[in-house]
């Protein structure tokens, strides 16, 4: 099997030749740009310029060389943007150490940590010193109860970072004729020079979205407090959603296997709201989102991006048109991986659970982390319905010798 068929016979329910491995198709299977630099030393791997590509997340673009030293069956789409120098200016880490980060976001550093600016030189994202990420500075309507007319949404959305950050990182807006034809050759020369399953990052949040505006704390009360706010407010954020699906599929869906959604649901303890919340709020856009998508693309595969213990969802996400989920965090409440591959097999790809992040990545001895993939990837690869990934990025702190046996242990149980 090539890597494509590999992933796409998984995604399908058909056991392939070896477990489908992904390594950065997305932005919460990638790596930190300092792991990365330690992953590269440690495998004695010829130095590289270092591309942050997730400027927020701190991530790395991982090279071809690393992606075929782990027979990783997956790319993300974007991900060769450092062939482009017009894309990138210079920065440094903290440390002094050259790299690049994409050229259209204002990040400055300054004083005691970095801050990225938005359009209005309002800061809107800070790194304070010696701390690995950004973090959102400013939720433009959180001190706002009243507001009911989300007219003006394009304006709020410049004063939120992860809105206003643009992704894919590059100064391409595929709603235009010219940029939409730059992303579809962007995208056909991509799939044109890999048989690997390419992974386009479309996005789609709501929950997140409404987040980042009204603060989290805020939307879990309006949720039930003020539900016809809410319900209006994701009214026009899914108008603004369909409008940038269609263009984006026009752009791309001849050349993606995979379409990428993210909304985080979940807590260490069970999902943020109940199942009757989701079905309210959520469940009906999402249906709208990914039939219009089954129904241009039958054969793309929709994984949306959702941490967290959210089992109580898992089987409503799947009748909403999911075809797979990512983390698969399973050290959180009812996250059991033998529970989730019998319950969901067959409805629902388990895009991750192969190694755990929270302590045995970090912590674990090096001889510790093969049988801990091996045992999980026992539960998990029977029959399909499986990409192994770790559960989220491999973060700053990881030592480099446990990401490679991670790694081999895959390819050991293959």
Known sequence: MTSRERVMASLNFKQPDRVPIDFNAHRSSGINVIAYQNLRKYLDLPPSPLYIYDIIQQLAIVEQDVLDKFDVDTFQLG???????EYWKDWELEDGTP?????????????????IYNSKGTIVGKQPQGCYYFEQALYPLANDDEKDDFSDYDDIQNDVMWLMVPSPPMPIDFKTPAGARELREIAAATRGKTDRAIYGIFGGNLVETAQYIFR???LLCDLLANPERIHKFLDVLLDRHMVNLKAYLDSVGDYIDVIGFGDDMGTQGGPQFSPEVYMDFFYPREKKMWSYIHERFPAMKICLHCCGGVRPLMPLLADAGLDAINP????????????????????????GGGCDTRRMLPQGKPSEIGPHVKKNLEILNNGGGFIFQQVHNILADIPPVNVVEMFKAVRDFC
Request: glycine share 6%; charged share 35%; with cysteine.
């Open 79 to 85: 991900c060769d943007f450092d062939k482009k120098p």
């Open 216 to 218: 989290m704390d805020n």
């Open 328 to 351: 698969v965090q399973f050290t959180c409440k009812d996250m059991a991986l033998e529970d989730l591959k019998k319950e969901l097999y067959g409805k629902l790809t388990l895009w």
């Open 99 to 115: 790299c690049k980060v994409p050229v259209c976001v204002d990040v400055r550093r300054q004083g005691n940590g970095s801050f």
